[in-house]
């Protein structure tokens, strides 16, 4: 109701006997139905909160959920003076905007698939002020780093190695996916949630791959789902990594770290 009338909570307690016009009324009797169907009050508004930053959505992209504020506390913790992430299917662009939000020594390239999940990334790193030390490319999980084809594009040629690489990849298994609550199954994108036939293949991919972009001492931290724990450190560990689980505020795995050997 406050989004629908442009009130701010306070405005919504201290204004309380004013009368609304019948198209605003109309405005919120229309949210209230696409809420009453499932859809989340942060796809109603347009955008949700995440690190303490709003961030704008769009029909593309994951809505930013408050586990995966551990990968941005890790990062944080973890990225040198003056260092480079790297994160891989980023959405709304949250995790990179909130840790250079926070880092204002730090760079950051972040890739997507979908060509509208960038646009959206790019307006909030312009929103939160940090367009200029985001790049946003756009490909398959590492493909998007390979050089654009055609004459030398500005910036190519530049180190391409990162001192941490983050992703929360889609990672629930595609029979699982249709299964999921409604809220979540009819309004987040299918590319942010299926991760294949058993949950794993970005997995698969990411590990293979992060050897070539990892600078000495650097670390990939990838966001699980809870269960995965076990199955995500066994492929980083076949690929060379040692790895540890970090658990979220709920005591759930949520984030496997692997160091390069
Ligand atoms: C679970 S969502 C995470 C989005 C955001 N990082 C977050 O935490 O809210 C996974 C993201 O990976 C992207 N994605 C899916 N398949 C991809 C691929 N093959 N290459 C790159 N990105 C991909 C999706 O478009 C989606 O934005």
């Known amino acids: 109701v406050g989004h629908a009338l442009g009130f701010s909570a306070l405005e919504l307690a201290t204004r309380e006997g004013e009368i609304v016009s019948g198209l605003l009324t109309s405005r919120v009797a229309e949210m209230m139905e696409r809420r009453l169907i499932g859809e989340s009050v942060a796809r109603i508004i347009g955008e949700r909160e995440f690190y303490g ?9 994951l809505e930013p959920r408050p586990e995966t504020e551990l990968l941005v506390d890790l990062a944080i913790e973890h990225l040198p003076m003056g260092g480079r992430l790297l ?8 995790i990179p905007v909130a840790v250079l939000a926070n880092r204002a020594d730090a760079s ?20 939160h002020g940090v367009g200029g030390r985001l790049e946003l490319r756009q490909g398959d999980w590492f ?6 084809p055609g004459p ?10 990162f001192d941490v690489i983050v992703s929360n990849p889609p990672y629930i298994a595609s029979a699982v996916v249709d299964g999921l609550a409604p809220e979540v ?17 970005p997995y698969r991919v990411i590990a293979a791959g992060a050897g070539g972009y990892l600078r000495p001492g650097g670390q990939v931290m990838v966001e699980i789902g809870y269960d995965q724990g076990a199955q995500v450190t066994a492929l980083f560990g076949a690929a060379g990594f040692r790895t ?18």
Do not use: I, K, Y
């Not at 030398?152 to 190695?161: A, F, L, Q, V, Y």
């Not at 689980?245 to 005591?251: A, E, F, I, K, M």
């Open 53 to 61: 930053l709003a961030f704008t959505l769009n029909g593309a992209t």
């Open 87 to 94: 994160d891989l299917g980023t959405g709304t662009g949250c």
């Open 108 to 127: 950051a390239v972040a890739t997507d698939l979908s060509a509208a999940a960038l646009a959206a990334a790019s307006g909030n790193a312009g929103r």
């Open 143 to 148: 493909g998007a780093l390979a050089p654009h």
């Open 152 to 161: 030398p594009h500005e910036g190519e040629g530049e180190d391409r190695t």
């Open 185 to 201: 199954r009819d309004f987040d994108p299918r590319l942010a949630l299926d991760g294949g036939a058993d949950g794993l293949a």
């Open 244 to 261: 540890e689980v970090r658990q979220d505020l709920n005591g759930l795995d949520r984030v496997v770290c692997a160091h390069h050997l």
